[in-house]
Each structure stands twice: as C-alpha cells, then as structure tokens.
C-alpha cells in the first residue's frame, strides 16, 4: 500500500512539473501574447484572461488528483477517536500500554486509583517478593 | 526495549518485571559516572545530563531495589536524588520514609520512623506525601482503624484526593464496612468520572456487599441491580474490558436467580420520591447475561490464542473468565 501511494505521489509530481513547463513555454510563443476573447460563461473579476490549450488544463487537474489521492494513500492510520475504543485498545494489547517516554503511553490512566503510589506498603511489596524468590529456588530444585 | 523498561512505574509491576529492572541498576549507575561528569567546576557547566528519564529512572530503579532487597543500590538511587532536589523536598521526603521503612528490621526501629513522620508533619502539617506514608505505615503495621481515623483527617483537609478515597475504601472493605466503602468510592467517581477501573470496583464492592447480606430480598435485589449498573458503565467507559464483563456476567446470573424468585411483577418506573432507580426487567437482565457471555468468550478465544493486537490480557484473568464459562456449560448439561 504504501509503496503504491509513493508511485501515485511521484507520478503526480512528474504529470505536475509537465504541466506547469508546458505552460511556461507556451508563454513564450509569440501567438500567446493576443488577448483572448472575453468568457462567455464567467463574470469580468474571475475571467483570467489567458488562452492556455485544453490539454495542459487538463493535465494539471488530473496531476492535482493524483496527488491528493496519494497523499491520502499515503498517510498513517487513524488514532480512535472515542473514549470506549481507545480505552479498549489500551486494556486489550500490550502495545498499546508500552511506555514510550515519560508521560507518554503507560495504559490505564487511572491504575494508579488501585495501585495507589502514595501508599505503597513496602514492607509487604518486600515480603512477597523473597516470597517469590524462595519459592522459585524451591520448584527449580524439586 | 531496556529504556521502556527503566521507565515503566514499578508498583504496576510482578516479581518478574522488578528484579529485571533491579538487574539494570548497576549497569545505569555505572553509565551515569563518566569522567565528563567528574571534570571540574567551570568545566562541568558545558556539559548537560539532566533530562526527566534520568531522574525518573533514578525514582524506579530506587523502588524496584527497595523491593528485591538490594538495599547498596536504592541507597545509591536515592543519594543522587536528595542531591539533586534538596532534601526538603517532598518527594524526596517521601523516599526516605520508603527507605527507612524498609530498611527497618523490628518494632522499634518502625515506630522511629513514626516519629520522624510526626516530627516532619508537625513542622509542617501539608505535607500530603508523609501524611499518606504515615497512613500507609499504620495499616503496615495491623492498625487499620488508627489508619482510617488518618485518612479522615487528610480527606477532610483535601477532599478531592481521589487516590485518598480510593484508599480509605479498601480499608473499609477490609473491616466489612460496604456501606462507607461505596460511600468512598462514589466520591472517587466524583473526581475521575471516566475511571473505568473503579466503576468495576465499585461493582465488585456492591456484589460483595449484596452476597453478604442477610437483608431482605428487596434490599438485596437493589444491591445487585446497582451493582449490575455500574460494571454495565465500566463497560461502556472501556470495551473489551474483561474485569468488566466478568463482573456483568456473574451479577446478571445472580439476579436472573433473585428474580425469578420473586412472585409480584416489577414496577417498571423509578420510585418518584427516593429518586432510586426499579429493578431491571427479567428480560433486559437475560439480553445482558447474554451479551457478557459472548463478550467473554470472545476475549477468552481471541487473547488465549494470542491475535495480534489482543495480547495485553493478564493469563490469570484469562483463565478465571475461562473458569466461569465452563461452569456455566457444565450447568446446562445437568
């Protein structure tokens, strides 16, 4: 998909550049100095008043497409939006709760409600792991 | 992955996680002690280390030794932050408290750091991390009912420490004291309205208190249904979370059981004048239960076979839910 989105960009870029060099030496040529005739459809403020072919209009509406639609192939999936999704997404993969930096990730903002930090019983935190360490040692040598 | 690990807050943690973040403090320290760092006073100035992973590593890495024992390195942990933030400073307080505490081998030398825990609040009474140590060191030490008396006081003075309330209710539910327990945790859903947590708490508190009971059928079916509320919010507020529908599976089962047993049909509307809410329909309960059976198999399928994406639950959980639901097949072979 993405490298698809990155042949879409650049084929836009290159249909892009085209289109505008054409233009630049179509300026050039002495017949595009002639006023054009006056639009029939637009009114007198929006009429650009330039005689530009049919063929480089189109290229630059079809390089603009090409290009929006590879900017939108191209970019990274959405982040959800709602509370409960987000919520969920945090509870159900473990990548989603990976701490990346401080105060960014960490999973459920409000563990810390039932982990309680202010209030950590050491001594007992200490009594279970020595627990924990002893009974290792014990199933290791059974 | 070693970087995540030194910065991942150490009380979430199991045996496992906390002696490999102990096993990372010698090489961390060693790492901090360059000769850059030793260079003389204009010299040193050039030089930068500090950065917030450095100082939240240093607070990690000290509780994680605290906790396997290695008592040189926490001491080491916790002599870089004192000099770093001054030893007024009131987390730096606190983690001399944690040291002292652990450290201490006996009695007497526990009701010394009490002491020391007075002699700072009276100095200076707001002091909110030590008034919670000196909490937390009562229930250490079997005194609950010294311990709440505590809290009191400190909610009374800061009734929006939602951590506080979350505290004194676990005290309650220890004692068997339900009612001031919800009464608690109402309050800490006041503050952290979205805390999906502890409307499952909340649930858990008031399904304990339901099965206790030895009230009327009435006041029982009102427990329950109340309780059912709240892990139905738990579930809204965070889909896909197992406690949640654990809780919600088991309470439906039991009012599906209290309901059925009671004769007179329910009044559909909420009581004008209390403002309390009727008991839930049979039916309404049935959709439930049915919902929270699927929504557990679901899980139970999916983050046992380990899909991408579904790898955060914790196995013992996993294997209760699964627990619950073979009961329940079991029951309708019979």
């Not at chain 2, 040189?72 to 009131?90: D, I």
Request: proline letters at 5%; charged letters at 25%.
């Amino acid at each position: 998909m993405a490298a698809m989105a990155s042949v879409v960009n650049i084929l836009g870029v290159i249909f892009l550049s085209h289109a505008v060099y054409s233009a630049y030496e179509h300026s050039l040529l002495p017949s595009a100095s002639i006023a054009p005739t006056s639009s029939a459809i637009l009114p007198r403020s929006l009429d650009p008043n330039i005689n530009l072919p049919i063929d480089i209009t189109l290229e630059t509406l079809f390089s603009a497409f090409l290009l929006c639609v590879g900017v939108v192939l191209s970019s990274p999936g959405l982040k959800p939006i709602q509370w409960n999704v987000w919520a969920g997404g945090l509870e159900r993969s473990k990548e989603a709760r990976e701490v990346k930096e401080v105060g960014v990730g960490g999973g459920n903002p409000y563990a810390g409600l039932e982990e309680r930090a202010g209030f950590l019983d050491i001594r007992g935190k200490r009594k279970e792991f020595s627990d924990w360490i002893k009974q290792d040692a014990g199933s290791e040598k059974s | 992955m070693s970087t995540t690990l030194l910065l991942q807050p150490p009380t979430t943690s199991t045996p496992q996680t906390t002696l490999a973040l102990a096993q990372q403090a010698a090489p961390f320290f060693a790492a901090q002690s360059t000769w850059l760092s030793a260079l003389p006073y204009p010299l040193n100035l050039l030089i930068n280390t500090e950065s917030q992973e450095k100082w939240v590593t240093h607070e990690n890495l000290f509780l994680a030794c605290l906790r396997t024992g290695d008592t040189a390195s926490a001491s080491r942990a916790l002599e870089a932050l004192t000099a770093r933030f001054g030893k007024t400073n009131e987390r730096v307080l606190v983690l001399w408290g944690l040291y002292q505490e652990a450290t201490a081998s006996n009695q007497a030398e526990l009701e010394e750091v009490m002491k020391s825990y007075d002699e700072i609040l009276r100095e200076d009474p707001t002091v909110f991390g030590i008034r919670k140590r000196r909490a937390a060191l009562l229930k250490s030490v079997g005194k609950p009912t010294e311990a709440i008396g505590d809290l009191i006081k400190l909610l009374d003075a800061s009734p929006t420490d939602a951590e506080a309330w979350a505290e004194l209710a676990d005290l309650y539910v220890a004692q068997g004291a339900y009612e001031q327990a919800v009464y608690c945790l109402e309050e800490v859903l006041l503050v952290t309205a979205n805390a999906w947590n502890m409307h499952a708490r909340l649930g858990e508190v008031l399904f304990l208190s339901a099965s206790k009971t030895e009230a009327a059928a009435g006041e029982r079916l009102k427990t329950l249904s109340e309780s059912m509320r709240r892990f139905c919010r738990s579930v809204e507020l965070c889909e896909g979370y197992l406690r949640g529908y654990y809780g919600l599976k088991i309470t439906t089962d039991r009012l599906l059981e209290t309901l059925e047993g009671v004769r007179k049909p329910q009044t559909a509307s909420a009581d004008p004048v209390t403002g309390e809410l009727a008991p839930p329909s049979l039916e309404a309960v049935k959709k439930l239960n049915q919902l929270a059976t699927a929504k557990l198999a679901e899980i139970v399928r999916r983050g046992s076979a380990g899909e991408k994406g579904w790898d955060g639950y914790s196995p013992a959980e996993l294997s209760a839910a699964r627990d619950l639901l073979d009961r329940d097949t079991q029951k309708i072979q019979r």
